[in-house]
């Protein structure tokens, strides 16, 4: 981690108005249904709690997912691992927000969009922070997107290297010294 340097790329506040629009969004489309909100961890975290606190629109459940497609490494293996699952009946016959950080090479959203199609809800949609779509190797469609980024490596705002960085409250590129 030393001889790492942290290059400043989307603020707080920047992260505040992306967070607080996608929540107006959801708010909109969601008026009339509760939805049932789904967070991909652990990247996810951070954006998930400032999510569900600027939306208005009642939440049936927060619940949560695990998956994972990186170890250690700063480049994605491109194979996502289920590790940790949630119950069919949470999702079956919901409308469900998937909430993921990012979305690099797609594999592991769809690997969760694809888990969560087969516990049958009445909807599913995918709202996603961070999109990185030069590395996109499976087509994902976002149905709710907050910022579109270039192909590099980032940390904060719950995204990690090898565990670091989680507790960055903006974003930041990862740059060799
Ligand atoms: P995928 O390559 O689209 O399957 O991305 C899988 C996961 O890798 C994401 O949900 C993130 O948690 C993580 N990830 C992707 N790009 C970055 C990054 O630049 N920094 C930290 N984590 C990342
Ligand atoms: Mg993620």
């Given at each position: 981690m030393m001889d790492k340097k942290l290059v400043p790329l989307i603020s707080q506040i920047e992260l505040a108005q992306t967070v607080k629009k996608l929540a107006e969004r959801l708010d909109r489309d969601y008026v009339d249904r509760q939805p049932v909100l789904v967070c991909v961890l652990k990247g996810s975290f951070i954006f998930m709690a400032d999510l569900v606190r600027q939306m208005q629109t009642p939440i049936r459940a927060i619940e949560f997912m695990r998956l994972s497609?990186?170890?250690?490494?700063?480049?994605?293996?491109?194979q996502a691992n289920v590790l940790l699952g949630l119950s069919e009946k949470v999702i079956v016959d919901q409308h469900v927000i998937l909430v993921e950080d990012i979305v690099d090479t797609g594999v592991s959203t769809t690997q969760a969009i694809e888990i969560l199609k087969s516990y049958q809800p009445a909807s599913l949609k995918a709202c996603v922070l961070?999109?990185?779509?030069?590395?996109?190797?499976v087509d994902v469609t976002i149905d709710y997107l907050g910022i579109t980024i270039p192909d590099r490596f980032i940390v904060g705002y719950g995204l990690d290297a090898d565990e670091q960085y989680?507790?960055?409250p903006a974003i930041y590129g990862l740059d060799e010294d």
């Open positions: 497609s990186y170890g250690s490494a700063t480049v994605s293996s491109g961070l999109d990185k779509p030069e590395r996109r190797r989680r507790q960055l």
